[in-house]
């Protein structure tokens, strides 16, 4: 059964940081692309970032370039999302998904709210 496990969102400042996790299992997760995306209250999906299952090829989305870093530990099952800069406009549930785009199976997610 793939399971995926967000963790590390929270309260964040305008011009903060946070750094999300998430763990993966069930499947060969160094064979795999993984994805972020977000999903503020009322508003669609939102493509994140994606990584190549070797960490080598990435897309980020225009919105978070230059202020978000998408990485992963395939020794840990594990992927990041360092995120700098934080706007308020960054504030929603962010979710990692099994794939290259948004499509695939996700998980439960992590709440990140920007707010001074």
């Known amino acids: 059964e793939v399971q995926l496990v967000e963790s590390g969102g929270g309260f964040a400042q305008p011009g903060g940081s946070l750094r999300l996790s998430c763990v993966a299992s069930g499947f060969n997760f160094q064979s795999v692309d993984m994805t972020w995306i977000r999903q503020a209250p009322g508003k669609e999906i939102e493509w994140v970032s994606s990584i190549h299952s070797g960490g080598v090829a990435k897309y980020i989305d225009d919105s978070v370039k230059g202020r978000f870093a998408i990485s992963r530990d395939n020794a840990k099952n594990t992927l990041f999302l360092q995120m700098n800069s934080l706007k308020s406009e960054d504030t929603a549930t962010y979710y990692c998904?099994?794939?290259?785009?948004?499509?695939?199976?996700r998980g439960r997610g992590t709440q990140v709210t920007v707010s001074s």
């Open positions: 998904v099994k794939g290259w785009g948004p499509y695939g199976t």
